[in-house]
């Protein structure tokens, strides 16, 4: 599955747990960015680890 934000075709790695919004399946990079705003949890997939390191 890809990730979730506009224009971005590499894997998603990482569930967002954002409580004003939908959760999102975003990559590696939109995680590190959208993860530091308050009140969001990154949580890692599992099966995905290889693609954190990107």
């Known amino acids: ?3 979730s934000e506009s224009d971005c075709e ?14 999102r399946l975003v990559c590696a990079a939109h995680a590190r960015v959208l993860g530091q ?5 990154a949580d890692p ?5 290889e693609d954190l390191l990107e």
């Open 45 to 49: 997939l599992p099966d995905r680890s």
């Open 37 to 41: 705003r308050d009140g969001i949890v």
């Open 1 to 3: 599955m890809e990730c």
């Open 10 to 23: 590499r894997p998603a790695a990482v569930e967002l747990h954002v409580p004003w919004d939908e959760n």
